[in-house]
């Protein structure tokens, strides 16, 4: 009977250690360079992890992502306003072919599923906890590597990953997960023992994350592995750890001091990673030009502006904080294995919160502008030296991007799925949010604690897949504090953080310090006390309620602060600190600074920038702006503008007032509430004066998308000059009701954006609509069509101001920045603006009734496209009649400076009139929100 029970437990024995086996796949490759064909000979031995026999497997085919334009590489690529592969010749693109796999020498049927998956069916069950053996022979077609970085580039270079035959990974549950290669590095895969060989390419050098042994690449729990091939020796670099037992590669070429300075530095930087981290399981690092790029340390490059070229940090520093950066994500990435598509923040915020104590450790003065405020001289003055952004230092860059997208309501959770997080909170919430959050935590704990709890977590999990849930019972387990709050109620929420210092209070034995706590947060907090700008106290409290009273040590204090050196990531900092001496206690200095700058949060700041603007009955409008707005937006908003016309030789400007509400769920992203006044000259010694209440509702935008849309009410009250002893109309006074439905989807081969608009005042009403849509057939060529309806529900104007334009635009909302708005001669009344009917030939007439037209332009070479415009009116005791124009466009500078040239239209052939040259028509639209958001498509 014993014998019996013995058996049974090595049967048992022998069944736990085969699933604790790793997988191996073996590979033979022949790469034909010339034709960019790879031929792969793959072996599979593979494990059933899973706890059910299976009848079918998923493998991933990522070289057909390559394939065309209905992929979903395609598709974000296109969301990244990057066209190179939709707009591809066939022979750049790639894709994998003639697949044939067998088992036990037969061959298995298969069905490729959404071109990536490859859905093998196995000739008989596959036994749960047992091994199978797999054969697999195919080609590869190899793309260029524009698309990805991935692929072959023009001379003749290979670096290739994802092109490879990869078994698909299964959840918890035993459900196959697939993932379509994204170009995101989040693919996920089971640690792998991998087996390499390749025919000779005499003429090749070649890297790769494989240790090569008399010919033969190989490599231990790997995801992923890469080649690079180039006939280019010096593009491929070798370095060694101090202890000689770790072999780094780099992909591409060095100069001669980046290689002194990397021999000097990869010891350090090796080192010091391994006292965070514990040892790799594996003896090589490659690091390709892919993940140089993708990895660069970005605002430590030198400033290159014409003929003035200015280096911001020494070389040293620059090749110091660039190699680190892809050293530790190289170095994290191979440590254990985890989704990276769910559970991304993991390594991303581990990559960061190094970076921050590399350069505590290493450069703990390196200010984030560099050497650039103490070189650039002007009259020997230092102007960056009176900017607070020249005082700021290197590890405070996380928070300042994490900021801009958190005051404008764009970040997301950090447990996001990384495919559905936006490219920058990629970076601002994976990374730097998420880093952020481990260096709070390493403050918190003390004592380099959550240093030795990673380094042993690191250690116990070397070469695993691990899951979110294994580091979390992990830090809860072995911390020394309650960290249950991080978990349950910080990585998946975007309830932003926000605490606010109310008043101090001095006690018999103790400082009394009521805070509130703004938002959902209950994590921990600190709060620290400061003497001539040293900090002589801390103390660390939790945050239960809304209303916070706490008993902090008694001392000596000049400021008390909370959540110092910006240890949490709050929405706002700016009300953090209370002085406890002289004429602001319990308040904030005032202070004057020129030009906007990053906000000081110990001061309530003005900032002034002067102005200068032109139009043709001002003259120069020169003055001064006053305003609170620094380079991070605010909530609360003001603006000052007293402005001097040196064409009347009087006063103008304007001013106005918003504040926004950033709801955290909800249907809104945004709700803007204000109002503004204005005072200039319309006509020659007329002035006109507006004042506008409004209120924007923008709808929650998804961040990978690129639809914007919502409403606007507004009221505007118009009070204008008119010159004496001329007739009274309704155009000197009247209040103007609006409410508009706006939405935009700059999408890079279909954009389109329009708005329906219902106006009123005492004497008319109106309904008008707008839609644009632009086609891109080619990588620079686009074919834009517009259409505009109008109708005036009512109209008892007794003139023609508020009729709808044909050529030119009454503007008596006073919303456009014209130059001769009253202009009907000379070529300030050739200013086009498209709007409206949108004509550009100059029809002298307008519309009291309704009108349709269209207007459409048609790219033909270069920086001339055709136009066309049509439509159909109706005015008042009058039949419909039809009019259209056309002619050539040119674009000085696309959407800013164009010039309109008139061929043909319903007045004749426009060139053989008289005075040709005053048809011809321009646009001059400089508008600095404007050029934000169109750099800002395609990150969020």
């Known amino acids: 009977m014993s014998k019996f029970y013995l058996v049974l437990v090595l049967i048992w024995m022998s069944i736990i250690s085969l699933s604790q086996e790793k997988d191996r796949i073996s590979y033979h490759l022949n790469l034909n360079p010339t034709t960019n064909i790879l031929t792969v000979y793959q072996t599979f031995e593979l494990t059933n992890s899973s706890q059910q026999d299976l009848e079918e497997i998923y493998i991933h085919a990522w070289a057909n992502a390559y394939s065309g334009r209905l992929t979903r590489l395609n598709e974000i690529k296109l969301q990244d306003r990057k066209g190179a592969l939709h707009f591809s010749e066939k022979e750049e693109r790639g894709h994998l072919q003639y697949l044939v796999i067998s088992q036990n020498s037969n061959l298995l049927s298969y069905e490729i599923v959404e071109r990536e998956f490859v859905k093998l069916n196995l000739s008989e069950p596959w036994v749960k906890g047992t091994r199978i053996q797999l054969l697999a022979n195919y080609e590869v077609k190899i793309p260029k590597d524009v698309f990805t970085k991935y692929g072959y580039n023009e001379q003749q270079e290979f670096l290739l990953k994802y092109f490879f ?150 070389e040293e520093e620059k090749n110091a904080l660039k190699l680190f950066q892809v050293l530790a994500y190289e170095y994290i990435d191979h440590l254990f294995v985890v989704n990276k598509n769910q559970d991304h923040w993991i390594k991303n915020g581990l990559q960061y919160y190094v970076m921050m104590k590399y350069v505590d450790h290493y450069y703990p003065t390196l200010k984030l502008a560099g050497q650039l405020p103490d070189k650039l001289s002007v009259l020997g003055i230092k102007p960056l030296n009176y900017f607070h952004a020249s005082k700021l230092k290197m590890n405070e860059r996380y928070k300042f991007l994490y900021l801009y997208l958190a005051r404008q309501n764009y970040d997301q959770p950090i447990e996001t799925d990384f495919d559905e997080l936006s490219n920058l909170n990629q970076i601002a919430i994976s990374g730097f949010k998420t880093g952020i959050s481990f260096y709070y935590i390493d403050q918190y704990l003390g004592g380099n604690e959550f240093d030795h709890l990673i380094k042993n977590f690191s250690n116990q999990n070397r070469g695993k897949r691990i899951q979110k849930s294994d580091f979390q019972q992990f830090l809860q387990q072995y911390a020394s504090k309650d960290l249950d709050w991080f978990f349950e109620d910080y990585v998946d929420k975007k309830d932003k953080i926000n605490f606010k210092l109310v008043k101090l209070t001095d006690a018999e034995d103790s400082l009394q310090i009521h805070l509130k706590n703004q938002t959902e947060f209950q994590g921990p907090f600190q709060i620290s006390a400061f003497r001539n700008e040293m900090e002589v106290e801390r103390q660390w409290y939790v945050s239960p309620t809304k209303d916070i009273n706490v008993n902090f040590p008694k001392g000596d204090y000049d400021k008390i602060e909370v959540n110092s050196n910006y240890l949490l990531p709050e929405f706002n900092d700016r009300d953090n600190f209370l002085r406890t001496k002289g004429l602001f206690k319990n308040g904030k200095k005032w202070q004057l600074k020129l030009y906007s700058d990053i906000e000081n949060p110990e001061y309530s700041q003005i900032f002034v920038n002067p102005q200068i603007r032109w139009n043709n009955y001002d003259k120069f409008l020169i003055g001064m702006r006053f305003h609170n707005q620094s380079l991070l937006t605010r909530p609360f908003e003001w603006n000052l503008s007293p402005k001097f016309s ?171 920045n014209l130059l001769g708005r009253s202009e009907s001669s000379g070529v300030l009344s050739q200013e086009y603006v498209l709007a409206e009917s949108g004509f550009k030939s100059k029809f002298d007439f307008t519309i009291n009734r309704w009108i349709v037209s269209t207007n459409v332009e048609l790219p033909i070479w270069k920086l001339f496209d055709l136009y066309a415009d049509a439509g159909v009116f109706k005015n008042r005791l009058q039949n419909p009649e039809f009019i259209y124009d056309t002619g050539l466009k040119i674009k000085v500078i696309p959407d800013f400076l164009e010039f309109y040239l008139p061929i043909q239209s319903s007045l004749g052939f426009e060139p053989s009139m008289d005075n040709y040259w005053e048809r011809i028509r321009f646009t001059f639209n400089f508008n600095l929100s404007s050029i934000i958001n169109h750099l800002r498509r395609g990150w969020y």
Do not use: C
Not at 192 to 221: C, H, P
Not at 238 to 260: M, R, T, V
Not at 708 to 719: C, M, Q
């Open 165 to 314: 035959l990869q078994p698909a990974t299964q959840d918890e549950k035993g459900k196959w997960v697939l993932q379509h290669y994204q170009d995101f590095e989040e693919l996920s895969a089971n640690p792998t023992n991998v087996q390499l060989t390749m025919d000779q390419l005499d003429e090749y050098d070649m890297a790769s994350d494989l240790f090569e042994e008399n010919k033969i690449w190989r490599g231990e729990n790997m995801e992923h592995f890469r080649l690079f091939l180039t006939p280019k020796p010096e593009n491929i670099q070798h370095f060694k750890s101090a202890d000689q037992n770790l072999q780094i590669e780099f992909g591409y070429a060095l100069d001669s001091i980046q290689k002194d300075h990397y021999a000097q530095l990869l010891p350090k930087q090796l080192q010091f990673l391994e006292d965070h981290f514990g040892p790799l399981p594996m003896r090589k690092l490659f690091i390709s030009s892919k993940t140089k790029r993708e990895q660069d340390f970005l605002g430590v490059d030198d400033l290159d502006a014409w003929i003035l070229e200015l280096k911001l940090f020494t």
């Open 646 to 816: 040196t064409g009347t030789g009087k006063l103008a400007g304007g001013a106005s007032v918003s504040n926004t509400f950033m709801p955290q769920h909800g249907w809104f992203q945004a709700i803007k509430l204000g109002g503004s006044m204005k005072y200039e000259h319309y006509d020659q010694d007329l002035t006109y004066l507006k004042w506008s209440l409004y209120s924007t509702l923008n709808f929650r935008k998804n961040p990978r998308e690129t639809l914007s849309h919502g409403f606007i009410f507004a009221y505007d009250n118009l009070d204008k000059e008119v010159p004496q002893f001329e007739t009274q109309t309704h155009e000197e006074k009247y209040g103007l009701w609006n409410a508009t439905y706006f939405y935009s989807r700059p999408d890079y081969i279909h954009e389109s954006h329009g708005s329906v608009t219902y106006q009123m005042t005492n004497f008319f009403q109106k309904v008008m609509g707008e839609f644009y849509y632009r086609w891109r057939f080619a990588t620079k060529k686009q074919l834009g069509v517009r259409l505009f309806v109008g109708t005036f529900l009512e109209n008892q104007s007794n003139s023609d101001y508020f009729n709808f334009g044909v050529s030119h635009v009454s503007d008596y909302s006073f919303n456009l």
